[in-house]
């Protein structure tokens, strides 16, 4: 039992990831429950489904690489007279936050950047205005990843959280599309769980 109860606190920490399927499906509790998978998966949702965390920024260099030369690519699109401007609003909207809080509590979804701007939303529910952003949340199928997507007038920010197993790393990637920009700014920053 003591294995099936350091599963369910990864569980717990990944919000329901990749990491379930890899680890419970096989578990010999449900063989011994003689009940389908789909059974198997409502139960463990119902029992499990709150989870949160503080997560730091722990971008490593090469990543942060990607981001600088991801948005100097961008810039360059822009014309020679306004891509100073360009580059300096995108350098600000893509900087990273220093801290993230996420919770999910059932299907309600609390996130908060850098201890401040609180945000509620619902899984699969209506949009939230935040900021001057209509804001969704949503679970991913392929992987069981937390989907938050920000609408404005200038365009669409898609951030995606994925967690290791472990619930202690969180990758984070973006994209931003926006008709001002030819081709989507992609970009992926880490988190780690605060302890």
Known sequence: ??????????????????????????????????ISPLLSLLFLFSALSA????????????????LAAA?????????FAIRGVARRRL????RPYDKLFLELDGERVTFERNG???LAGVLGGEAVEWLGNQVTFRRRD??????QTFTAEDGVRTNVYRFEEDG????????????????????????????
């Open 1 to 34: 039992m003591r294995h099936f109860e350091k599963k369910c606190r990864i569980l717990e920490r990944t919000g329901y990831s990749m990491a379930f399927f890899r680890v419970f499906l096989p578990c010999p509790l449900f063989s011994a429950m003689r």
């Open 71 to 79: 948005v100097e690519s961008a810039a360059k699109e822009f014309n």
């Open 142 to 147: 392929t992987d069981g990843a937390l989907v």
């Open 168 to 195: 202690k790393v969180l990758h984070l990637d973006i994209t931003v599309k926006s008709p001002k920009l030819k081709s989507p700014l992609v970009y992926t920053l880490q988190y780690r769980l605060q302890e």
């Open 116 to 118: 401040s701007d609180r």
């Open 91 to 94: 350098q600000k909207s893509t």
């Open 51 to 66: 989870w949160g965390g503080t997560y730091v920024n722990s971008t490593p260099k090469e990543l942060q690489d990607k």
